[in-house]
């Protein structure tokens, strides 16, 4: 008799809810579309931030082409040494952008120091507005040795 009178209490407790599903679709719409080459070519002028103890803040700017093979690549060049050009990689990954530069040697630095890279990660803040961070390696190695902010401003 007791089992009789728990089978209705079972059922009740495994019934589910009486609440239709979440409809995912309201999300998807709001999430942004994938970004294409057409998005992100161009020139850019850009300002990178860096902790206010390094005092390396600086000025650059950034090209970003088709590389002809189905890729994007990019030259950058800082205000502080306008001689010196960077080329990196782009990569275009959803709604974001993933740089990665070829190994360089920081102006200024001793000679017989080691090579870096960077690699930094950005997105669209609507129209032409950019941001990301980046940061920056010894080349070779995944050992970050600085990390900053960016922004920039494209010019299709």
């Known amino acids: 008799m007791r089992k009789l009178l728990l089978l209705p209490l079972i059922l009740w407790a495994c019934g589910g809810s009486k609440d239709a599903p979440m409809d995912d679709s309201a999300a998807m719409a709001a999430m942004p579309a994938a ?13 990178t931030t860096v902790p206010a103890d390094t005092m390396q803040n600086t000025t650059w700017t950034a090209w970003i082409m088709s590389d002809g093979m189905g890729g994007l690549a990019g030259k950058i060049v800082t205000a502080s040494a306008p ?8 990569t275009l990954s959803g ?10 040697t920081p102006p200024g630095a ?4 080691p090579q870096m890279t960077w690699t930094s990660i950005g997105r669209t803040s609507g129209g032409n507005a950019w941001t990301g961070t980046v940061a920056w390696m010894v ?8 990390t900053g902010t960016w922004s920039a401003t494209r010019t299709p």
């Open 139 to 146: 080349a070779g190695t995944d050992s970050v040795t600085m």
């Open 95 to 104: 709604d974001s952008t993933i740089n990665t530069s070829a190994p360089f």
């Open 110 to 113: 001793a000679a017989g120091s």
């Open 35 to 47: 970004l294409t080459d057409a998005d992100v070519t161009g020139s850019y002028a850009g300002a």
């Open 83 to 90: 001689a010196d050009t960077i080329s990196f990689t782009q």
